[in-house]
């Protein structure tokens, strides 16, 4: 997701962490405002929750029942690599994205900049941070293989394009072996052929993604520069060389 870039009031803290999360929900005086408020949203998102006092309390609180339905909606989409791991494994995970989400929403409050309705671009935090959760679920007792070994490439099955295809499939294997450093080579393999989910892979090797996003781009620069070379493509102006 991108970030929405420039501001909002300034003085927002991110999350006042756990005093945040205790306070949703559980603030008495809040409780106590009437039932047409409590089912209101803010009319300025932005303002109420940036300003201590029962507005804020009241739009954390409706900030996270947004996120929550939103984290629901994507574990129940993303059902499937659950694994049948039943109700109480969903509801947890989806109760972990929102919190995880509203974190992350109110660090980057700042940057919302009215593009679209501010509960469309919350929305997408508990999306983002629901399929995350649901990945990492998925892949906890897989094992992430990091193999710089030459990859095997399926030539297909035309006879007509047999020839091209083995050709191109040499080369592309080639090119992985030759002008790859390991460490490209594995985060290639593991990415684009093992299929590992990135942030799980940044997880195990104790990394985040944009490094990972760096390496794998530095790896296309240099396998697309060497078939460039041998003709297999044609050569891109206004591309960087590769590194």
């Given amino acids: ?4 870039a ?6 927002i803290r991110a999350c006042d962490s756990d005093q945040t999360m205790t306070r949703i929900g559980a603030d008495e005086s809040a409780r106590a405002q009437s039932a047409t408020d409590t089912e209101r949203d803010p009319e300025d998102w932005i303002v109420a929750l940036s300003v201590e006092g029962p507005k804020r309390h009241h739009a954390l609180r409706r ?6 339905r939103a984290a629901r909606h994507q574990v129940r989409r993303m059902d499937t690599l659950l ?14 994205a929102a919190d995880e989400a509203m974190v992350a929403l109110l660090a980057k409050l700042h940057t919302f900049q009215g593009r679209s309705r501010f509960t469309t671009w919350a929305y997408k935090f508990g999306i983002l941070q629901a399929a995350t959760a649901v990945r990492s679920h998925a892949w906890r007792t897989r094992q992430v293989v990091l193999d710089d070994s030459s990859v095997t490439v399926d030539l297909g099955p035309s006879v ?4 091209e295809t083995a050709d191109l499939a040499r080369a592309v294997r080639r090119a992985i072996d030759e002008t790859l450093t390991p460490h490209q080579r594995r985060i290639m393999l593991a990415l684009l052929v093992d299929e590992v989910p990135i942030d799980v892979l940044a997880e195990r090797l104790g990394t985040n993604r944009n490094a990972l996003y760096k390496t794998l781009h530095d790896a296309r620069v240099r396998v697309r520069a060497d078939l460039t070379a041998a ?6 102006s206004g591309k960087g060389n590769a590194r």
Wanted: hydrophobic content about 45%; charged content about 20%.
């Fill in 1 to 4: 997701m991108s970030a929405e």
């Fill in 6 to 11: 420039a501001g909002a009031s300034p003085g």
């Fill in 63 to 68: 900030l996270h029942a947004l996120l929550l």
């Fill in 83 to 96: 694994d049948g791991a039943g109700p109480d494994v969903a509801d947890e995970l989806t109760h972990q």
């Fill in 160 to 163: 007509e394009e047999y020839a």
């Fill in 231 to 236: 003709g297999f493509l044609r050569a891109a």
